[in-house]
Structures are given as structure tokens and as C-alpha cells.
């Protein structure tokens, strides 16, 4: 079964956010590229959308989330019958466990490491 894909408004936000940034920094060609990956990536949840991480399993949490980790992004999302639906995405130094569901998932050795 082939599903259907859509990203959520706050996801559309940030990855628009990220290609500018990604183009001031570094580039037009680098910042599509990173784009692509993550959007490729997530194209292949159409087909394989069990391949992100279970979060429900992971952290002992009623959720139908899981998480898909590509090009230093989280991508959150869930299955709605037919569809798959990108909710959430955040960078890899985000704190996505406490912002989706206020658990913090930071010890005070990454804290330190990161400045935050």
C-alpha cells in the first residue's frame, strides 16, 4: 500500500525557514540539497511508514508518533488511515521530547555541552 503524504503548516514553516537560512549560510545548491534529503526521506515513509522509531516504545508514552531522524532533523509523524502526516520537525539540538509532550530529555552533561 502506496500512502498519501501531507506536511503539516508548521512543518511547511520550518522547512521554508531552514532553505533560507541554509542559502544565506551556505548557499542556494547546499540548501536545496539539504531540503531534498529530508523531503526525499520523507517520501519514503509513502511506502515504509513503520521505518521511523516507535516513540510510544521508546519512551514509555501514549503516543502514535514516531520519529524519523534525517539530515539533523527529527521528523514527527503519524499514521491517519491512508496518510501519512509530517506534524512536527525539529533541529537536532532541540529539545522535541519536552516541547511535544513536557519531558525533559536533557541531562545536565548535555545542557553544559550546549551552552543552554
Given at each position: 500500500?502506496?500512502y ?37 526521506r520523507?517520501r ?16 514509555d508514552?501514549?503516543?502514535d508518533?514516531r520519529?524519523?531522524?534525517?539530515n ?15 506534524a ?15 519531558i ?10 550546549w551552552?543552554?
Amino acid at each position: 500500500m502506496k500512502y498519501k503524504l501531507e506536511y503539516s503548516q508548521i512543518v511547511r514553516r520550518k522547512l521554508k525557514t531552514l532553505k533560507l537560512y541554509l542559502t544565506e549560510q551556505y548557499g542556494e545548491e547546499l540548501a536545496k540539497t539539504a531540503v531534498k534529503k529530508i523531503t526525499d526521506r520523507a517520501r519514503d515513509l509513502q511506502t515504509n511508514p513503520d521505518m521511523g522509531v516507535d516513540l510510544s516504545a521508546k519512551y514509555d508514552i501514549n503516543t502514535d508518533f514516531r520519529d524519523l531522524f534525517v539530515n539533523h532533523n527529527h521528523l514527527f509523524y503519524y499514521k491517519d488511515s491512508d496518510t501519512i502526516i509530517i506534524a512536527e520537525m525539529f533541529e537536532e539540538k532541540e529539545d522535541f521530547m519536552y516541547k511535544l509532550f513536557g519531558i525533559s530529555g536533557r541531562t545536565q552533561e548535555s545542557i553544559d555541552y550546549w551552552g543552554e
